[in-house]
């Protein structure tokens, strides 16, 4: 169906359910949401619709995986996100548990998501994949566990799974931001208040807005200069690739080079 819509992006398909973006037209993307809406195994899905100039994604990719996003546990200990998962609070109810003293809001993404934007106040472990939440959790969820807990993530997908695997590990009460990060971006009433710096996203974009709000503010910084840069790069050095913050300026002197020692190796390669 994607392909004869012409449709790109990644859609991941499970026992769990469906997750996905696609990038298309106006027409195509409403035939494709047509066809799920009318599928009975997905009743009450809901979509998260983004203007763009044209395809944010270079192809399109569907596969089948055993989890929608993976944890890592053992089959026995798995979470099954339509049984188990937090409360979910709405955009404006978010905002207001934010405002409370003792809430612990935990970002639930990866560490490089978190460096481009993250909520006011939110504790971001220093993590590169989802499945490494339970040893981060088993190392540091002593500080917080008795304490009220709001957890949030791109689109509320990872946070199905997160929040259910806190309750179950006896943290609380776990609350979860509904429809991420994007839905609260997008309610006309809280307008992304509170979150700094933009949204990561993983396609062409890498950045979005969130915030359209005077709270409004850019957190990360030129690895070189340090003056304030939202633009990602990956550094130009194959073997290393780490997506790094370089400002134009310094990416004009210097180059898109996580430091002196990944430059001299793409001098050294290219002028032997």
Same mark, same amino acid.
Request: proline share 6%.
């Given at each position: ?9 990644? $859609? ?7 997750? =996905? ?18 599928? +009975? ?11 763009? !100039? ?17 944890? =890592? ?5 798995? $979470? ?45 472990? *220093? ?6 939440? +339970? ?5 540091? =969820? ?30 609380? *009460? ?6 991420? $990060? ?6 006309? !009433?809280?307008? =992304? ?20 709000? !005077?709270?409004?503010?850019? $957190? ?17 050095? *194959? ?34």
């Amino acid at each position: 169906m994607c392909e004869r819509l012409d449709l790109r992006g990644r $859609i991941i398909i499970g026992a769990e359910g469906l997750n =996905g973006t696609v990038s298309g037209t106006v027409d195509a993307t409403e035939a494709y949401m047509v066809a799920l809406r009318e599928d +009975p195994l997905l009743t009450g899905i809901e979509f998260k619709i983004d203007p763009s !100039e044209g395809h944010v994604f270079p192809k399109l990719s569907v596969k089948h995986r055993t989890e929608i996003v993976r944890l =890592g546990l053992p089959e026995m200990d798995d $979470i099954d996100p339509n049984a188990l998962s937090g409360v979910r609070l709405s955009p404006r109810e978010f905002l207001e548990a934010m405002e409370r003293e003792d809430v612990v809001i935990i970002d639930g993404r990866n560490g490089y998501e978190a460096d481009l934007g993250h909520f006011k106040g939110a504790i971001c472990p *220093p993590i590169d994949n989802f499945r490494e939440f +339970p040893e981060w959790l088993e190392a540091n =969820g002593e500080h917080f566990r008795d304490r009220p807990i709001l957890t949030y993530c791109t689109g509320g997908i990872r946070c199905e799974k997160l929040s259910g695997y806190m309750v179950k590990q006896g943290f609380g *009460p776990v609350y979860q931001l509904d429809g991420g $990060i994007v839905k609260y971006g997008k309610d006309t !009433e809280v307008r =992304g208040r509170n979150f700094d710096g933009l949204c990561y996203v993983f396609d062409e974009r890498v950045g979005v807005e969130v915030n359209h709000t !005077e709270t409004h503010q850019i $957190i990360s910084h030129c690895r070189h200069c340090g003056n304030p840069e939202p633009r990602y790069g990956n550094c130009r050095l *194959p073997e290393c690739n780490r997506q790094i913050f370089v400002c134009p300026s310094c990416r004009e002197s210097f180059g898109l080079y996580c430091g002196e020692t990944c430059r001299e190796a793409v001098t050294a390669a290219e002028s032997a």
